[in-house]
Nanobody, 125 residues
Framework: QVQLVESGGGLVQAGDSLRLSCAAS????????MGWFRQAPGKEREFVAC????????LYVDSVKGRFTVSRDSAKNTVYLQMNSLKPEDTAVYYC??????????????????WGQGTQVTVSS
């Protein structure tokens, strides 16, 4: 069992930066790939980024490439999402999630086993 807690959300202006954190407790992080997803009001949950714990390989949705960076700190059992050059369309609740299958990086939320409670990111224009 894994417990995930996100933090770092807030209200910012377009062009600003935020760093989201996802702290994990329970089983070792090395047993999971970690993903970030977001859900805007009235929209479906969307894949943002993920990272493979073994080698830090990453995958991003096209809309955030070059602006967002996912990383992890094994010692702290924490995964981060650095978000730069934020846009109003990035406004959403952001969730981190853990995937027990670690051999491949996956975009589909269906495959993720554990989820945090979410943190709100609001970007004003």
């Amino acid at each position: 069992q894994v417990q995930l807690v996100e933090s770092g959300g807030g209200l910012v202006q377009a062009g600003d930066s935020l760093r989201l954190s996802c702290a994990a407790s329970g089983r070792a992080f090395s047993s999971y790939n970690m993903g970030w997803f977001r859900q805007a009001p009235g929209k479906e949950r969307e894949f943002v980024a993920c990272i493979r714990w073994s080698d830090s390989s990453t995958l991003y949705v096209d809309s955030v490439k070059g602006r967002f960076t996912v990383s992890r700190d094994s010692a702290k059992n924490t995964v981060y999402l650095q978000m730069n050059s934020l846009k109003p369309e990035d406004t959403a609740v952001y969730y981190c999630a853990a995937d027990r299958v670690t051999t491949i990086l996956r975009r589909n939320s269906y495959y993720y086993d554990y989820w945090g409670q979410g943190t709100q990111v609001t970007v004003s224009s």
